[in-house]
């Protein structure tokens, strides 16, 4: 069950910037901005769009300074022990901006009001309200192509491409994007075509390619320098991406210079 803490709906803020902060292990917030905001998150600044909502949790701070004359939000703190948020489904301090705000607030407001009331119903009514708001949030952050955390997974991709040879595992990767593993790898084989392992495998490959070519290491030594501890294994899985063994393509590479 989810049960709200406190919220309020349509709070507007004529002072220049407002923290908010979550001290409580359990609690989450979730803001959505009626005004243009400028947001500072894990210490940087950005100014976003009226319609920008974003979910944080214990520990976090979202540092909020008005854009123009003034600052309008809704926010709902709640408390929260069900999987949607345990499983790090919904990524926490990650702005998204939903195009249909006035829509949206309606969820909103009709939780907010249940959790007033005392019908033996209005728990569900609650918990049911809080997931539809999350589940649409879940849309927002992964419909946007230049979203703050499709540019987490671009970062974990530059860092896969460029150390290649690092012992990668889901779990560290997952810890770099704040999911879990099964949201990892959907969401970086929607964003990027091809699985996060097999972008390690193909990363590994391409580095042998080069080295095979440029450097006059031994195969054991190469498969090392691309992250492998058995040459064996290295040659198998080189074999089966580039059609030849390393010493076969070696030496295709010699005699073409």
Same mark, same amino acid.
């Given at each position: 069950?989810?049960?709200?803490?406190?919220?309020?709906?349509?709070?507007?803020?004529?002072? #220049? =910037?407002?923290?908010?902060?979550?001290?409580?292990?359990? !609690?989450? +917030?979730?803001?959505?901005?009626? $005004?243009?905001? *400028?947001?500072?998150?894990?210490?940087?600044? &950005? #100014?976003?769009? !009226?319609?920008?909502?974003?979910?944080?949790?214990?520990?976090?701070?979202?540092?909020? @300074?008005?854009?123009?004359?003034?600052?309008?939000?809704?926010?709902?703190?709640?408390? %929260?022990?069900?999987?949607?948020? @345990?499983? &790090?489904?919904?990524?926490?301090?990650?702005?998204?901006?939903?195009?249909?705000?006035? #829509?949206?607030?309606?969820?909103? &407001?009709?939780?907010?009001?249940? =959790?007033?009331?005392?019908?033996?119903? /209005?728990?569900?009514?609650? $918990?049911?309200?809080?997931?539809?708001?999350?589940?649409?949030?879940?849309?927002?952050?992964?419909?946007? !192509?230049?979203?703050?955390?499709?540019?987490?997974?671009?970062?974990?991709?530059?860092?896969? %491409?460029?150390?290649? +040879?690092?012992?990668?595992?889901? !779990?560290?990767?997952?810890?770099?994007?704040?999911?879990?593993? @099964?949201?990892?790898?959907?969401?970086?084989? &929607?964003?990027?075509?091809?699985?996060?392992?097999?972008?390690?495998?193909?990363?590994?490959?391409?580095?042998?390619?080069?080295?095979? =070519?440029?450097?006059?290491?031994?195969?054991?030594?190469? /498969?090392?320098? %691309?992250?492998? *501890?058995?040459?064996?294994?290295?040659?198998?899985?080189?074999?089966?991406?580039?059609?030849?063994?390393?010493?076969?393509? @070696?030496?295709?590479?010699?005699?073409?210079?």
């Amino acid at each position: 069950m989810i049960q709200i803490v406190n919220a309020a709906i349509d709070e507007r803020r004529e002072g #220049e =910037s407002e923290d908010f902060r979550m001290p409580a292990s359990g !609690e989450y +917030e979730i803001l959505l901005f009626h $005004t243009k905001v *400028n947001l500072e998150i894990n210490g940087e600044a &950005k #100014e976003y769009p !009226e319609g920008t909502c974003i979910l944080y949790g214990a520990g976090e701070t979202v540092r909020a @300074r008005k854009a123009g004359a003034r600052m309008a939000y809704s926010r709902i703190r709640f408390l %929260c022990d069900e999987a949607i948020l @345990r499983g &790090k489904l919904i990524p926490l301090g990650v702005p998204a901006v939903c195009p249909d705000m006035d #829509e949206y607030k309606v969820y909103w &407001k009709a939780a907010v009001n249940e =959790s007033k009331w005392d019908y033996g119903s /209005s728990p569900y009514a609650v $918990t049911h309200l809080i997931h539809i708001i999350l589940h649409r949030l879940y849309d927002y952050v992964f419909s946007e !192509e230049d979203s703050g955390y499709r540019k987490s997974f671009l970062a974990l991709r530059e860092q896969i %491409c460029q150390y290649p +040879e690092r012992q990668w595992t889901l !779990e560290e990767m997952a810890q770099q994007v704040q999911l879990g593993t @099964r949201s990892l790898q959907k969401f970086y084989k &929607k964003f990027f075509g091809i699985s996060c392992m097999n972008e390690v495998i193909l990363c590994r490959v391409n580095r042998a390619k080069q080295l095979l =070519s440029c450097t006059t290491g031994s195969i054991a030594e190469i /498969s090392q320098q %691309c992250g492998y *501890n058995n040459w064996e294994h290295f040659s198998r899985q080189f074999k089966s991406r580039v059609g030849m063994t390393p010493t076969q393509y @070696r030496r295709s590479a010699i005699q073409q210079k």
